[in-house]
């Protein structure tokens, strides 16, 4: 069964600390795997789209990396503005573009 | 603002009465899928449509739930019956192909009471 875990569900850092989040994936033939932003009461913010092993994206402080088994979205000196939760997301093999989603992670950047 | 726009932003019903809500996506997508989100979860895929053909429906979408997409464009999604285990956001999202980043909505946040 497709499956999505990301770790850990919650992240506290000093501004300017940096730090990773994980997402794990098992699917049957991957055709990508994105990464979004949420702010709370708000909907998914898409961020990154990553398609074979090796691949990386960045954007501002945030780089996001894959392999054959799981993503890593590293953050550069974050800053408080950058405090939201971080969703990872594989589409099914062959359904159309449905995704399956992680649990997010909770990412705290205090001053 | 050309992104995807969800009506109403909240609704708040009592138990058993029956809600609706609409999707507006980005004009030039021809995908559009609706998910589910609860307090501390990822979203969870309930349907999605290709133009104005629904082409799948996930187990959690009850026969309590019916969604459309007239003529291709915008949607709606029509809960009857409501229960409390209904109380969630509901998001849309819209993509251009099937395997492009889908790009979401706001939310409508459902209350039970």
């Known amino acids: 069964e497709d499956q999505v875990t990301q770790s850990p569900e919650a992240l506290r850092l000093q501004e300017g600390e940096s730090s990773s989040l994980n997402c794990s994936y098992t699917?049957?033939?991957?055709?990508?795997l994105f990464w979004y932003r949420q702010d709370p009461g708000k909907g998914p913010e898409f961020l990154f789209t990553l398609y074979s092993a090796g691949e990386e994206k960045e954007k501002e402080r945030l780089k996001a990396t894959l392999t054959k088994k799981e993503s890593f979205l590293h953050i550069t000196a974050p800053k408080p503005e950058d405090s939201a939760t971080y969703l990872c997301a594989v589409p099914v093999y062959n359904q159309g573009g449905k995704l399956i989603f992680g649990q997010g992670t909770e990412l705290s950047v205090k001053p | 603002d050309t992104g995807v726009s969800q009506n109403p932003r909240h609704k708040i019903t009592k138990r058993g009465q029956n809600v609706t809500f609409r999707c507006d996506p980005i004009s030039e997508h021809n995908r559009l899928y609706w998910y589910r989100q609860t307090l501390g979860q990822g979203p969870e895929f309930l349907t999605y449509f290709q133009n104005e053909a629904q082409l799948e429906k996930s187990r959690l979408l009850s026969d309590r739930f019916s969604a459309e997409r007239p003529k291709g464009s915008f949607s709606t999604l029509e809960i009857q019956r409501t229960e409390q285990g209904d109380s969630a956001m509901y998001l849309c999202?819209?993509?251009?192909?099937?395997?492009?980043?889908?790009?979401f909505g706001d939310g409508t946040r459902l209350s039970i009471l």
């Open positions: 999202a819209s993509s251009l192909v099937d395997q492009g980043p889908q790009h």
């Open positions: 699917v049957s033939g991957l055709r990508g």
